[in-house]
């Protein structure tokens, strides 16, 4: 069986080395790093855990071998050159909902985070994030030439509602932006946000970044394989 060497999160031994039982992949990002749940004994505590691995670097093989059940734990020789360590499953992760695709990496940490908070019912917690992942992802939406008053380019409210009124954000999407102004910015800063307005802010920003992100690179890869298509 595989091996891999990683801090143990049961008994705490560092860089302890996991026999590797068996692997079924979870998500793929950027159409090649595959993320695999590998259930896992420490050699030190004797005791189970399921790993979340991601690929390490762009290999096309590796990537098949990732996608498919099992395979990657059939080698008997440590995996930890091509896979690293990003996590474990806990109960955190219990109806813990999936990030959109194709985030940039900064804001797909941030809604893995906000959604593992969601997953345990911490709603300022969640709020904090999903605000977060909104500001980081806007941000770049304002144009250097006529950009607005400095005010509006630091309140993510302000920010919204220009890029809304200059037509930078779909229309569509400004009825469900609403929630920043009647649950999210006063419940950010007093500790009172709700299940409700947490749901809120994580069904606009799961569009936002939908429209933003997701949409725009499946539309992108469509259009390179029909280039590919046509080559041949």
Known sequence: ?????????????????????????????????????????????????????????????????????????????????????????????????????????????????????????????AGAMFRLALDLATKSLVPVEGAPAARVVRSLGLRLQWLFDHNLLSADLKMLAECLQQDGNDGAHDGTLTKADAEDLSDFCFELLNRLYTERERLRLAEERRV???EK
């Not at 091509?82 to 806990?90: C, I, N, R």
């Open 1 to 125: 069986m595989a091996t891999f060497v990683t801090d143990c999160q049961r008994c705490g031994a560092v860089k302890s080395t996991f026999e590797c039982y068996s692997s079924i992949p979870v998500r793929v990002e950027y159409d090649w790093k595959v993320y695999c749940e590998v259930f896992s004994v420490c050699r030190h505590c004797k005791r189970s855990s399921t790993l979340v691995l991601a690929q390490r670097n762009y290999d096309k093989s590796l990537t098949a071998i990732l996608k498919q059940t099992n395979k990657i734990t059939e080698t008997s020789d440590s995996i930890s050159s091509l896979v690293e360590y990003t996590g474990f499953v806990s109960s955190s992760d219990r109806f813990s909902t999936e990030p959109p695709e194709h985030l940039p990496q900064n804001i797909h940490a941030v809604m893995l985070e906000a959604n593992k908070c969601m997953s345990v019912q911490c709603w300022n917690a």
């Open 228 to 230: 590919t298509r046509r």
